[in-house]
């Protein structure tokens, strides 16, 4: 299909939502209806000739979250034989399609990823591909392809695979066209400036070094640079502002650093070298030693047109830093797809966060939306509307059903309907859903709090203190309760010169408290909150984060800081590094 023609097929998707939505549940229920999950709630579900309508299936299904898939989906990973064989037992525990591997979520706030089944669904295929290519038209229909400039530096990783006791591997959802040899889009890496070696690596930092040294190499047939998440392309720049020397010397020679030990990554890059190339080298030494990292993108590789990553919801606050090291060339965004489902395309991919709206795309999933209360930081009851009951201005948690196997699940996701693309919802993405109501801060109260601070920070220490990244937990052990905020600075001497910066910190830290959400300022005021408590990490102790992430299965392209820790044991991580505490 030619890109004006998916292009002209998602237009006509969003001119009526309404009906789109209604064909797709159908499609799913007489698909699916055979399933257990179903069957618990609808007994007449595997009588094909009984139609469900969605009112009837919104009032018999409860809405779920992941937990109410937890014991199916462990059966699933065990392997057990009547839920991967049709004939012999017709109730499948949640999809009637075959089982081919599972994806891991980011596991953002526990550093524990959730299992999400792959099935093997017709339905899902075709949702999925006119979101994906119909993404791909649209970043086309911006940026047309040139064929004297056609590298692209990517940012992907496609992390270890695991596999379940019943046999079923499992990978991040990006990795499995990497895994995939059959995949008749394998062609498609080939623009790629790395070799496939290095996305195949297992050591995330040096395939991260890897990247940018076939990133430079190319550097005149570099196009676009693209990261799933914005937090990827600010590790890859600080390993450049702290290894530009051994790049430069690698490219020099022809040859590829010691501490890379991994033989094929190191022989694949050996190959894209090509040999000593020291004009090469100097030119791109020169670069940096002016030490002048404002659009440091743009001068390494001359011809980038775009750079693409994800930098709404929490990937918001490193937008200024991707600005002010991309200098001129534009920061594309990205699409609002999930692990479950896609769920939105981004038609305006050059808007800044602040303006990136969604599309809503009626034939990916069945969508309802529950009404979310800010003041509350709470879903107001257990009622959803559909398309027909959105408002626009009001805020709502996602809830999709799809064609693999999740029915009325809670996406976890907060959007603001800011009005219609066509009769399409037009989406702004908020935040992550608040985990219980017990929660005092929002991830977009802290992240608003902490955008504030750092501007007093700077102002009251009268120094350009750089918070590199930050994070909060609740302290449910204090009595009262206590929130504590983390953060790491780039230069973590800079703070602790002296009393006279540790007093300005307290009172920085007292400006952080004022700025903080409704919700939290209303419990402080009745005395249920202790005073707040500011401490500050060790260098490098995010990166720590990052690592222990992965050890437990996050998928390293997917991985993204938490802003909100629930988990105990990463709470004592970062206090294992603190250097000070106000």
Partial sequence: MTDDALLKQLEESTKDFSRHQAETLRSILQHQRGVRYLQRHLPDAGDHN?????????????????????????????????????????????????????????????MKPKLIPYFDSTLSKGASHIAHQGSAAVLRKFFPPRPEVNKRLVFIYADSIT?????????????FPLHSSSNPNRSLFMSLSSPMEVILGSNVEHQMYCHLLCGLRNSDSIDAIHVPYAIGLIKAMRVLESKWKQLCDDIEKGFLCSVINDVRMRDSVVEVLGGPQPDLSNRIRLIFEKKDWG??????????????????GSMKQYHSKLKYYAGEVPLVGGDYFASECCVAINLDIKQPPDLTRFVMLPTAAYFEFLPFDLAENNVVGEETVDV???????????????????????????????????????????????KTSYEIVTEGDLMAAMENFQL?????????????????????????????????VKDCDMILQDKLQESNLR??????????????????????????????????????????????????????????????SIVDVLEENVIVTI
């Fill in 295 to 312: 659009g440091i993108l743009n001068k390494l590789w001359p011809n980038v047109r775009y750079i693409r990553s994800v930098t709404t």
């Fill in 163 to 175: 596999t379940t006791k019943g046999g079923f591997k499992v990978m991040a959802a990006s990795s």
């Fill in 507 to 568: 009172k920085c830290c007292s400006d952080l408290e004022d700025s903080l959400g409704s919700i939290y300022k209303v419990q402080r005021n009745k005395g249920e909150i202790s005073p707040l408590s500011l401490s500050v990490l060790k260098c490098g102790s995010f990166d720590r984060l990052l690592k222990l992430a992965i050890e437990n299965g996050t998928p390293a392209s997917q991985y993204k800081p938490p802003k909100i820790i629930r988990n105990p």
């Fill in 456 to 488: 007093v920070l700077r102002n009251t220490m009268g120094m350009a203190i750089e918070i590199v990244e930050f994070t909060s937990s609740v302290d449910f052990g204090s009595s009262p309760k206590r929130l504590k905020i983390f953060i790491e």
């Fill in 388 to 434: 027909c009951g959105v408002e626009v201005g009001k805020m709502y948690e996602v809830v999709v059903t799809t064609y693999r196997g999740f029915y009325r699940y809670r996406l976890g996701d907060i959007v603001r309907v800011v009005g219609f693309y066509n009769s399409s919802p037009l989406l702004e993405f908020v935040m992550r859903a608040p």
């Fill in 50 to 110: 009984l139609p469900i309508d969605a009112a009837t299936f919104r009032r018999s299904v409860p809405l779920s979250c992941y937990d109410d898939y937890v014991d199916y989906i462990n059966q699933l990973a065990d392997g057990d034989k009547c839920t991967s064989d049709y004939d012999h037992d017709p109730r499948h525990l949640l999809s009637v399609d075959p089982l081919v591997c599972f994806f891991y979520s980011s596991g953002t706030s526990s």
